[in-house]
């Protein structure tokens, strides 16, 4: 009984918010003027109900199902780590910079090289809330916060500014070998990403 309960309690913590976000959406779309049934018909149409809508819409929620696990252990570990997109963004492009400057002939080794420096990149932004926190006890949330937005702004001034490529809009291109392939036409999924998904889904089956 007790099981059935917090099954119970568990779906309604996942399903009540996205309808709570459903219905106040709707509010705002109605208040402009605008239909909200037709607006979220078009909205599931478009993401969900083609496959290059379904793809785009998988390649857009990777990273927010990855940083959604990073922070996850976190909580288990009764500690309130918000910088997990701050994280996220500062070892993506070191990982990019790495990608677009390291000369590594080899495509699996400078794939590894690339992913043990936004780790380690990430790890180590990761440690500046950790240490304010063990020394000097400084509320990590609000730290952690901050410093996405500090972040977030710094980037954004790198890579328009000092790092910005010719042929791309914002940021040098990463080498083509240390890309992963795209394995659905005209859609931006990649190798990675439906490894991760399938990978997820057996673990969910066992």
Known sequence: MKRKE???????????????????????IFAIGENPIETYGILIRKSLLSSKGFMNTLHYAAPLILTGLAIAITFKANIYNMGVEGQMLLGGFFAGIVGAYLPISNPFLSKVVCFVVAILCGMLFALIPAILKAKCNVNEMVVTLMLNYAMAKTLEFLTTGIFRGDSCRSFGCCRRRNRFRRIWFGTAIQEFMAGFFCKSGRKRRL
């Not at 917090?6 to 459903?22: D, G, W, Y």
């Open 6 to 28: 917090n099954l119970v309690k568990t779906i309604l913590n996942s399903v009540f918010p996205v309808i709570l976000a459903f219905i106040i959406g709707a509010v705002i």
